[in-house]
C-alpha cells in the first residue's frame, strides 16, 4: 500500500519559515510529478505547487516567488521550502501524486502572531 507521509507543518508568524517534507513508501516519487495542495478552513483544496520528472515546476500564483518545490531523490522525499508566510497561507497542506490519486494525511500550517 503507498503512503505519502508529510511533515514539518506548525505554528509560525507572519513573515516566517516552514519547510514541508512529503516521503513515500513502495514507490519512487522520482517517476512521477508530485505536488502540494492545501486546504484553508471553509474552503477548497488548491493546488499550491507541483514539480515534474524532469524538474518542471509549476506555482500557484499566491505563492510565486515565496515558496520552491524541489525533490530529494536519495531520500525519496519532495520538499516545499515556504518563506515570507502569511495568515492567508493558513491550512491543511497535502502531498499528492495527482495521476495515481495518491494522497498524504495532511499537515496543518498556521501563521498567526
Known amino acids: 500500500q503507498v503512503q505519502l507521509v508529510e511533515s514539518g507543518g506548525g505554528l509560525v508568524q507572519p513573515g516566517g519559515s516552514l519547510r514541508l517534507s512529503c516521503a513515500a513508501s513502495?514507490?519512487?516519487?522520482?517517476?512521477?510529478?508530485a505536488g502540494w495542495y492545501r486546504q484553508p478552513p471553509g474552503k477548497e483544496r488548491e493546488l499550491v505547487a507541483s514539480i515534474g520528472t524532469g524538474g518542471t515546476t509549476n506555482y500557484a500564483d499566491s505563492v510565486k516567488g515565496r515558496f520552491t518545490i524541489s525533490r530529494d531523490n536519495a531520500k525519496n522525499t519532495v520538499l516545499l521550502q515556504m518563506n515570507s508566510l502569511k495568515p492567508e497561507d493558513t491550512a491543511v497542506y497535502y502531498c499528492?501524486?495527482?495521476?495515481?490519486?495518491?494522497w498524504g494525511q495532511g499537515t496543518q500550517v498556521t501563521v498567526s502572531s
Open positions: 499528492s501524486v495527482p495521476v495515481r490519486n495518491y
Open positions: 513502495t514507490i519512487s516519487l522520482r517517476f512521477y510529478t
